[in-house]
């Protein structure tokens, strides 16, 4: 079981700065994928950005030059930089761990932590 926390959400103005933190209550090292998603209201969840334990990441294309995916193995956190923030940003932003095993058989999980609201209004 992983558990996880998000922190670093709030108001902010469009053209704004915002960083998002995910803690782990395990090693992310051990943990094939952490991403962040977002959901906004009458909308489906979507992914917003995602790093492996490998560093590669992707992003979605309404925030590819924007945002920025990072992870401190060390200290178990995955963190979200969120620049010239827009009011479409505007979600509750959720952190994911996937874990892909291989033994005894494969299989995929996926945890959630709580959301955070991020608001960006003038």
């Known amino acids: 079981q992983v558990q996880l926390v998000e922190s670093g959400g709030g108001l902010v103005q469009p053209g704004g700065s915002l960083r998002l933190s995910c803690a782990a209550s395990?090693?992310?090292?051990?943990?094939?994928?952490m991403g962040w998603y977002r959901q906004a209201p009458g909308k489906q969840r979507e992914l917003v950005a995602a790093?492996?334990?490998?560093?590669?990441?992707n992003y979605a294309d309404s925030v590819k030059g924007r945002f920025t995916i990072s992870r401190d193995n060390a200290k178990n956190q995955v963190y979200l930089q969120m620049n010239s923030l827009k009011p479409e940003d505007t979600a509750v932003y959720y952190c994911?761990?996937?874990?892909?095993?291989?033994?005894?058989?494969?299989?995929?999980?996926?945890?959630w932590g709580q959301g955070t609201q991020v608001t960006v209004s003038s």
């Open positions: 994911n761990a996937h874990i892909v095993v291989v033994t005894p058989e494969i299989d995929e999980y996926d945890y």
């Open positions: 790093i492996t334990t490998g560093g590669s990441t």
């Open positions: 395990e090693s992310i090292f051990s943990i094939n994928t």
